[in-house]
Nanobody, 114 residues
Framework: QVRVVESGGGLVQPGGSLRLSCVAS????????MKWFRQAPGKERELVAT??????VRVEDSVKDRFTVSKSNSNTIHLQMNDLKSEDTAVYYC?????????WGQGTQVTVSP
């Protein structure tokens, strides 16, 4: 089994920064695609960033001028979020795809409020 755990969420003022981390452990494989999604209250879950198997990264246009994604080892990724805005308030989820199986984390809450 694989366990996916996000961390780093919290309450931050507008303009502040947070760094989220996602660690997959257990029966993991080094070849994978890891993604960050977020879901705001009353809205659908949306893709935020992707780290492909070869290391290529992509951040969605809506946040690419403020968010960066990185990978520190084969099953750990981070999401650096700067200049946070109220509309970034959401639960942030990590998703790991090994091809034959995929897993979600439980999510970490990010709240941007004065």
């Amino acid at each position: 089994q694989v366990r996916v755990v996000e961390s780093g969420g919290g309450l931050v003022q507008p303009g502040g920064s947070l760094r989220l981390s996602c660690v997959a452990s257990g029966r993991v494989f080094s070849t994978n695609i890891m993604k960050w999604f977020r879901q705001a209250p009353g809205k659908e879950r949306e893709l935020v960033a992707t780290v492909a198997a070869g290391g290529t990264v992509r951040v969605e246009d809506s946040v690419k001028d403020r968010f960066t994604v990185s990978k520190s080892n084969s099953n750990t990724i981070h999401l650096q979020m700067n200049d946070l805005k109220s509309e970034d308030t959401a639960v942030y989820y990590c998703y790991v795809d090994y091809g034959s199986s995929s897993y979600w984390g439980q999510g970490t809450q990010v709240t941007v409020s004065p």
